[in-house]
């Protein structure tokens, strides 16, 4: 499981300072036998060549969480977005290839077109719909052309988590704010706790060290599928609020500049390979990440009083 003599692995997190990268490092916090190097934005530039190799020299693994995140902001700034999301993926691949180090890539969903009606495979054939999802292909493609045996694309979706903007910890905010939410129902897909993909990042790691883990690409989301409206409403439930409060509407009424896939539903079966079972369904999930200490405070704060109105 280790890779060097000392018996500790070297591990570089990039994109330490967000929301999963800092789950990364508290997984990581609890294993001894891990040396761990942590890299925000202020720290690396992906984007730098120079600086990702001098950073990538010295660890077995690299997990990389660093990331151009703005959907919206993608459209209008592409060139900008993919300098992030793809050369600079570009960049820690190639570090990775001179050094030996594995790579564990986040990707996205969004590198798919979402136009299907069962999950999609791993092996599925890309087409983004939007510049962020084309910027992500470029890096999930570096990865495959040159890590073929070292480098690991796990795409994730609809993520949440304790730290940082997401959707849960914005509903139960609305919720100390509006007696109502009208809730999009018509895009589906797998929410999916940041910590819970930050332990299986870290299983992938030790499984590709120890040679039980073929590389390519891996589906990071949770079992089971819901729309924007069901997780709304099952993270209120689950708060102890009334989910009636939150009201099905669709995509029409949210225009947003860049379009959303409407079917963003993962197939798990690559996970075998792997000898690890696919990741619990989003509600098991969702009911354990309530409990962490920053989304339960949300939630008893809702409990107060609502400000009248409606969305």
């Not at 060549?49 to 919206?72: F, Q, R, S, Y």
Request: hydrophobic share 45%; proline share 5%.
């Amino acid at each position: 499981m280790t890779a060097n003599s000392s018996g500790t692995t070297r591990w570089l997190v990039t994109g330490a300072a967000g929301m999963l990268g800092q789950d990364v490092l508290a997984v990581l916090g609890a294993d001894p036998t891990a040396e761990v190097t942590a890299l925000g934005r202020a720290d690396l530039d992906i984007t730098d060549a120079a600086a990702v190799l001098a950073a990538v020299e010295g660890h077995d693994l690299v997990v990389n969480c660093a990331a151009w995140t703005d959907v919206d902001g993608a459209e209008t700034a592409e060139e900008a977005a993919t300098a992030v999301n793809g050369t600079g993926v570009r960049h820690l691949a190639a570090a990775c290839a001179k050094t030996g180090a594995r790579l564990l890539h986040v990707s996205t969903d969004y590198v798919l077109p979402g136009d299907a009606t069962e999950p999609y495979a791993e092996t599925a054939a890309t087409s983004p719909v939007n510049a962020y999802g084309r910027g992500k292909l470029v890096g999930e493609q570096a990865v495959a052309e040159l890590l073929p045996e070292h480098g690991y694309t796990v795409r994730t979706a609809w993520l949440y988590g304790q730290h940082g903007p997401n959707f849960v910890a914005t509903m139960l905010k609305l919720a100390a704010q509006r007696d109502t939410l009208d809730v999009v129902d018509d895009q589906h897909g797998q929410p999916t706790w940041s910590y819970a993909l930050a332990v299986r990042l870290v299983e992938l790691g030790r499984a590709a060290l120890a040679g039980r883990a073929p590389a390519g690409v891996y589906h990071g989301t949770a079992s089971g599928r819901t729309t924007w409206f069901g997780l709304a409403r099952e993270s209120y439930r689950l708060s102890g609020l009334d989910p009636e409060r939150i009201r099905p509407t669709t995509s029409a009424a949210f225009v947003r500049p860049a379009v959303r896939p409407a079917f963003s539903v993962l197939g798990h079966e690559g996970w075998a390979q792997a000898g690890l079972p696919p990741l619990a369904d989003w509600q098991e999930q969702l009911a354990e990440a309530l409990r962490t200490p920053a989304l339960a405070a949300l939630g008893a704060a809702a409990h107060g009083t609502v400000a009248g109105g409606s969305s």
